[in-house]
Structure formats: structure tokens, C-alpha cells
């Protein structure tokens, strides 16, 4: 009987401690389920463009745009675009991220505030205009990922926020109001109140074990009580018969 007391005891405690977060978990799985994961990554507000057509014979070659960078090594080499002109993207042995117009042989990187605003316009496609544009040394965490870089900012209901890579040119992320609110829950969700991107740190670990605990206990003690009414049911039958 003692046992059994200290039982309950222990599942009431728990039961209380862990039941906050088993809410907040069943609010962030709603949130998270509500919510298109094409909005929360406003890919619905990305313009839809292609590839220009670009006439090869007016194309600098890769040899020809390392000597205009004056450099004798490189580790990678792409051909890429920005915005309608054709570039070169190339990294060298330090792992520094270089970009020449392929026609011009024009250094582009880093971006300056006229292009960077040219991309950011390019990119989006919603009702709103451009309110803020700045270079950020030290991005805030809701970018995830070391700086500098491009943040232009939109004036749409949705506060859209555009980050673009100014030795890449090309958008690294896009956040909103409702990425923000999405992420807000993540966060509660996975138990990782910095950045959201631990899943498996000791916290959740150890709330997710007392909650299989709590509902595995509770299920216990549930079987001892229905047995215990069975058996109290079944003596007073048995003495209303002898009676």
C-alpha cells in the first residue's frame, strides 16, 4: 500500500512539471500543422524566373577570369547568374567566395547596396516595397548562419526579410512574421530556446523520458484501480447474495 501511495504520489509530481511542456508541445505540432512550410519559407513570394539564354561566344573563359583576378589557384568554378547577366562563381584554396561578370570580366563581389536592392526586388514577388536596406556584420540568430550580409527588409503586412550573401549574390534566407511565429513554437517545441537547431540536447531528452513515464505509470495505476473496483464490486455482490 505504501508503494502503491508513493506511486501516485510520484505520478502526480511529474505529471504536473511535465504537463506544461506536453501542452506546448501539442500547441507547436498544431502551429507547425496549420501552417503550409511553403509560407513559413515564403516561397510563395518568390518570383518565378528562369534561366536567360546566354550567347556562349560572348563568355569569358575560366582562365581567362582567373587572370583577371590575379589569382593562380582555385578550388571550385561555376557558372552561374545574376540577375540577367552571366557570372562566374569562384572559390580559391582559402575558401574565399569570388564572383565575375562573365561577359565583362567586372569583379561584383562584395555586392554593393545598388545590386544587393536589385536582387532583393528581383527575388520577390509580393505587394510591398523595400523599407530598410542594410549590411549586417553580425546578423541576428533568425538567420542562422555567421555574417556579414545583405538585410533588406519589405513593407508587406508579412514584415518580409531578405538576406543576401554578399560574396555569393544569391538570397540565403527568407524570413517573415510568420516564420518568426512558426519558429517562436519551434523552439518551445523542440526545448532549445536559443537557435532551434539542438534535437537531441539533454532537456528534451529527459522531458520526453518523463513523459513516457507519466503516461506508462498513469496506465498502471489505472489497471490497479479498475482491478480494485472489480474486486470491491464483486465482494458486495457476493455478501448481497449471502445476505
Request: aromatic share 8%; glycine share 6%; charged share 25%.
Amino acid at each position: 500500500m505504501t508503494t502503491l501511495k508513493w506511486t501516485v504520489r510520484v505520478h502526480k509530481w511529474i505529471a504536473l512539471i511535465v504537463g506544461i511542456q506536453i501542452m506546448l508541445w501539442i500547441a507547436g505540432g498544431l502551429v507547425m500543422s496549420a501552417i503550409p512550410i511553403e509560407t513559413v519559407r515564403g516561397e510563395h513570394k518568390i518570383s518565378p524566373t528562369g534561366p536567360s539564354e546566354i550567347d556562349t561566344t560572348e563568355i569569358l573563359s575560366l582562365n581567362h577570369a582567373t587572370e583577371l583576378l590575379k589569382i593562380d589557384a582555385i578550388s571550385s568554378a561555376t557558372l552561374g547568374q545574376v540577375l540577367d547577366k552571366p557570372v562566374w562563381r569562384i572559390q580559391d584554396p582559402s575558401g574565399t567566395n569570388l564572383i565575375v561578370d562573365a561577359r565583362s570580366g567586372e569583379r561584383l563581389d562584395p555586392l554593393s547596396e545598388a545590386l544587393a536592392r536589385e536582387i532583393a526586388e528581383a527575388d520577390y514577388s509580393g505587394k510591398g516595397t523595400v523599407s530598410s536596406l542594410e549590411f549586417v556584420a553580425s546578423p541576428p540568430s533568425e538567420y542562422g548562419r555567421p555574417g556579414p550580409v545583405w538585410r533588406i527588409q519589405f513593407d508587406d503586412g508579412d514584415a518580409t526579410t531578405l538576406y543576401i550573401d554578399p560574396q555569393s549574390a544569391e538570397v540565403t534566407a527568407r524570413r517573415s512574421s510568420t516564420w518568426r511565429f512558426y519558429d517562436f513554437f519551434w523552439k518551445l517545441h523542440v526545448m532549445d530556446y536559443d537557435d532551434g537547431h539542438d534535437h537531441n540536447h539533454p532537456l528534451l531528452i529527459t522531458a520526453s523520458g518523463a513523459a513516457v513515464f507519466v503516461a506508462l505509470s498513469g496506465l498502471i495505476l489505472l489497471m490497479i484501480k479498475i482491478r480494485r473496483t472489480w474486486l470491491i464490486s464483486s465482494r458486495r455482490r457476493a455478501d448481497k447474495s449471502r445476505a
